[in-house]
């Protein structure tokens, strides 16, 4: 096994292709990891970042107190043959402002068939509507938010189902590609060799005794 070190280009080809990752916080210098669903795109200033929606809970709560993060996604091929790319920068919470008060609403339907379809009023391009539109480009984003949030239901009181829309701006990304090594000899494609004429005389030495 060969392994090499990728670009920032080919690390964030990655992450664009990637559906599922683990996202990693931390707080009080305990670390805490957890598999989510991310969409990728790039801000008008060139910065890319990778949205994502979930409901209230520890990742949340971590986050907001310490927003510096860390995610990682992985392709594995063969036990030589991998990728995995590993990207740090920080959650920005895109917060329910009153010029998007039909989010909930949105968000509700999102809960109830997984996809909206409704217009949205015009000249609306707010940052929870965009990050909506970017996530829906992944198929069952927000299955993993919605089915945590059901796990908690039995809760007394129960928790109501308060949205989060959220980024995470990358400022690093390092990643590293394993790929067959060449010069590996395949043992099945190995050459026979051929048999010299002293193994055949002794071979046929050891036949002639149990004649």
């Known amino acids: 096994m060969v392994i090499h070190e990728m670009s920032r280009e080919d690390c964030l080809r990655v992450l664009a292709g990637a559906r599922l ?3 990693a916080c931390v707080h009080d210098d305990q670390p805490y990891v957890v598999p989510v669903y991310l969409a990728y795109d790039v801000q008008p200033g060139g910065k890319p970042c990778l949205y994502g929606f979930t409901t209230p809970g520890q990742k949340i709560q971590w986050m907001r107190t310490n927003p510096l993060v860390c ?29 998007n008060h039909g989010q909930r609403l949105l968000a509700h339907q999102v809960f109830l068939f997984g996809r909206y379809e409704g217009p949205d009023a015009p000249g609306r391009e707010d940052q929870r509507i965009l990050a909506h539109r970017i996530l829906q480009s992944q198929a069952m984003w927000w299955e993993l938010a919605c089915t945590a949030h059901a796990a908690r239901a039995h809760r007394d009181p129960p928790e109501p189902f308060s949205p989060v829309y959220y980024r995470v701006c990358l400022d690093r990304v390092t990643g590293h590609r394993a790929t067959p ?23 046929f030495g050891r036949r002639s005794l149990h004649l």
């Open 21 to 23: 990752a683990r996202l």
């Open 181 to 203: 090594d060449p010069r590996k000899v395949d043992p099945s494609a190995a050459p026979v060799r051929k048999e010299g004429w002293l193994r055949r005389a002794l071979g």
């Open 71 to 99: 995610i990682e996604v992985d392709e594995v091929t063969a036990d030589d043959q991998w990728v995995s790319v590993i990207a740090f920068g920080r959650y920005e919470e895109l917060p329910d402002t009153p010029e």
